[in-house]
Nanobody
Framework: QAQLVESGGGLVQTGGSLRLSCAASGFTFSSYRMSWYRQAPGKERELVADITNPGGPTSYADSVKGRFTISRDNAKKTLYLQMNSLKPEDTAVYYC?????????WGQGTQVTVSS
């Protein structure tokens, strides 16, 4: 059974940093394209960052470019999101996503709150 479990969220002041982790199990992690999404209250879920293979192409939402870094460790079956220079508008529930050949898995989300 595929499972994604996010951790690392919390309350941080403006300008602070957090590192999110997403532990995967029950599927071949290295074959999957991995992404971080977020959803703020009253807003649609949006793509934050995306990665194929370690060291491979990554993409970011314009709003987080230069501040967030996505990475993955296939040996540990873990996805990461390093978030620096956090802003109040980064407040959201952050979700881990895995996609491959029509298969699509989501984690339960982790709350990130940035205070002004």
């Amino acid at each position: 059974q595929a499972q994604l479990v996010e951790s690392g969220g919390g309350l941080v002041q403006t300008g602070g940093s957090l590192r999110l982790s997403c532990a995967a199990s029950g599927f071949t992690f290295s074959s999957y394209r991995m992404s971080w999404y977020r959803q703020a209250p009253g807003k649609e879920r949006e793509l934050v960052a995306d990665i194929t293979n370690p060291g491979g192409p990554t993409s970011y939402a314009d709003s987080v470019k230069g501040r967030f870094t996505i990475s993955r460790d296939n040996a540990k079956k873990t996805l990461y999101l390093q978030m620096n220079s956090l802003k109040p508008e980064d407040t959201a529930v952050y979700y881990c996503n895995a996609r491959y050949m029509g298969l699509n898995y989501w984690g339960q989300g982790t709350q990130v709150t940035v205070s002004s």
